[in-house]
């Protein structure tokens, strides 16, 4: 199974969603994240995320920021995107039906959060960071749960 998190600029949300992910399924699993913009292309991950992620014993430091490819539509199975914006930028990116199916809202997994978004925590503070990174382990462990039952 490969799965591809998506956010806006690859450094808070889907760094974070790649990290969590990564604790909770077999290794034999891919699990990479992009953004949707180039801005921060080679970079590492916000400190804050890195911070509340490492509070996690979760290790995001050597990550770096990459922009969603064309060909990441034929490579992964799934493409979970933080939010609406972020779908319809995803979406309208893909070439066809096929990969258009593979595209979803990372929170749709959790059932009671149709189309709810995770909130972009670059412009909060610590505490924004936690609170995200609590709802991105709720939504990775629905869909480990989806995937792996």
């Not at 509340?52 to 979760?58: C, G, L, Q, R």
């Not at 412009?123 to 480990?144: H, P, Y």
Request: charged share 30%; glycine share 4%.
């Amino acid at each position: 199974m490969k799965i591809l998190m998506v956010c806006l600029g690859n450094i808070c949300r889907s760094p974070l969603a790649e990290g969590i992910m990564k604790t909770k399924v077999p290794e034999s699993f891919l699990v990479d994240s992009a953004g949707t913009i180039s801005m921060h292309e080679g970079k590492h991950p916000d400190k804050r995320a890195v911070k509340t992620a490492a509070n996690h014993s979760v290790d995001i430091s050597k990550q770096k920021s990459r922009p969603i490819t064309k060909a990441d539509f034929e490579m992964f199975d799934k493409i979970y995107c933080m939010d609406i914006d972020i779908y319809e930028d995803v979406i309208s990116k893909s070439a066809n039906e096929d990969q258009r199916r593979k595209v979803s809202l990372f929170l749709e997994t959790l059932g009671d959060h149709k189309n709810a978004e995770v909130p972009d925590p670059y412009w909060g503070d610590m505490t924004d960071f936690e609170e995200v990174f609590q709802l991105i382990d709720r939504g990775c462990e629905a869909i480990k749960k989806h995937i792996l039952d």
